[in-house]
Nanobody, 113 residues
Framework: EVQLVESGGGLVQPGGSLRLSCAAS????????MTWVRQAPGKGPEWVSS????????SYADSVKGRFTISRDNAKKMLYLQMNSLKTEDSAEYYC??????WGKGNLVTVSS
């Protein structure tokens, strides 16, 4: 059974940082590209970032480019999203996804003063 479990979210002030983690199990993690998707209240899902299976290539939405960094540790079957210079508009439920196998249940990030 594919499981993706996000952690590390919470409340942070504008300009602050958070690091999201995603623990993967139930599939051969090291052979899949991975993705972070977010959904703000009342809005549709928004692609945030993706990383290739080896971690050698990454891509970002324009809205987070230069502020967020995606990474992975294949030995630990972990996916990460380092979020810096957070803005109120970054507030959302953040999902870790293997687009072929499934999504996690999400982790809430709230950016507010």
């Amino acid at each position: 059974e594919v499981q993706l479990v996000e952690s590390g979210g919470g409340l942070v002030q504008p300009g602050g940082s958070l690091r999201l983690s995603c623990a993967a199990s139930g599939f051969t993690f090291e052979t899949y590209g991975m993705t972070w998707v977010r959904q703000a209240p009342g809005k549709g899902p928004e692609w945030v970032s993706s990383i290739t299976s080896s971690g050698s290539s990454t891509s970002y939405a324009d809205s987070v480019k230069g502020r967020f960094t995606i990474s992975r540790d294949n030995a630990k079957k972990m996916l990460y999203l380092q979020m810096n210079s957070l803005k109120t508009e970054d507030s959302a439920e953040y999902y870790c996804a293997n687009l072929a196998e499934g999504w996690g249940k999400g982790n809430l990030v709230t950016v507010s003063s």
